[in-house]
């Protein structure tokens, strides 16, 4: 067979595979998507639904233009979306100060250890996400475990505050997340190549300077991947805040939820969900392009 042949048939055979499931994804992901950032740019109708006129001040009362004629510009929405942020950002931080070690610690375990840690660390995915939050009230309000157990040992006279906070939020977060964070991470560690790390130390580098010019490189990639892994849903997360942190920590899934079906606003609900989406695409590329670079490029050591 010859070679232009050939690859044509496996184009179509790759097509053939692929095109189910590309229809799919077109249909009901794309279809959505086209759907809401259509009523992003739509005015809001006056008993809830839309207007169909050209409305570009949806976005404007987030990012600082909105329309003078009805509304002045409240910077309540956009402190919303700056909390949001740095509530995610948080999250990726402490998930990854807790998995990153503890991926090292697991990958010199032996076999039969290793496996069994994984399992213990997978575990959570097997009960139900509403149950595990709802354990979490139990053990923070102020009738529950951690206070009980502070005034009884007379570390505290009164009560803490300590649910419906933007700690238990954070708390609650950093528990659901920690999975997705570990297995990107442990991934990278262990395909990790320890001779390299040997050699550097044989070539008189000390321990920080092994980690920075050589572990962290190389397990970089898992780092990168656990982040968005966590960023993006902790962005976007409406539970967690709604059961552990009340209406004292608003975040932007919840300001999304409250649109749609409290306010009915969709465009404005509309408009917040691009917002995330377009977060969420630059996550994306910045990560393609990385992995897309890192794969040109020889793999070499500074």
């Known amino acids: 067979m010859s070679g232009p042949s050939r690859r044509g048939r496996e184009r179509a055979q790759l097509g053939f595979l692929l095109g189910p499931v590309s229809a799919f994804l077109t249909i009901f992901l794309g279809g959505p998507l086209a759907i809401m950032l259509i009523y992003s ?30 509304e002045d510009f409240d910077p309540v929405y956009l402190a919303i979306f700056l909390r949001s942020v740095r509530i995610a950002a948080t ?38 996400l509403i149950v595990r939050l709802f354990i979490w009230v139990l053990i923070l309000k102020k009738t529950g475990f951690v206070n009980l157990t502070l005034q009884t040992l007379g570390i505290v006279d009164e009560p803490l505050e300590l649910i419906y906070t933007e700690g238990a939020v954070i ?33 008189g580098a000390s321990g920080f300077q092994t980690f920075c010019r050589v572990i962290f490189p190389l397990t970089l990639p898992g780092v990168i991947g656990g982040s968005i892994i966590v960023f993006i849903p902790s962005l976007g997360n409406f539970v967690v805040p709604a059961v552990l942190g009340g209406a004292k920590t608003l975040m932007l899934g919840n300001l999304i939820e409250q649109q ?11 408009a917040l969900a691009m917002l995330v989406m377009s977060i ?23």
């Open 91 to 128: 999250v990726v931080i402490i998930t990854l100060l807790v998995c990153y070690p503890a991926a090292f610690q697991i990958s010199r375990l032996s076999e039969k250890r290793k496996s069994f840690a994984l399992f213990l660390i997978t575990l959570p995915f097997f009960a139900s």
């Open 171 to 203: 708390l609650g977060m950093v528990y659901i997340f920690i999975p997705f964070m570990f297995l990107p991470v442990y991934a990278s560690v262990e395909k990790l190549d320890w001779t390299l790390v040997r050699a550097s130390q044989d070539l």
């Open 41 to 70: 740019f739509l005015a809001p109708g006056l008993y809830g639904g839309v207007e169909w006129q050209f409305y570009p001040h949806n976005f404007g009362r987030i990012l600082g233009f909105a329309d003078p004629e009805f």
């Open 280 to 302: 969420v695409l630059l996550l994306l590329f910045i990560y393609v392009r990385h992995e897309t670079r890192r794969g040109d490029d020889a793999p070499g050591i500074r």
């Open 260 to 270: 749609f079906l409290a306010a009915r606003n969709w465009p404005f609900g509309a």
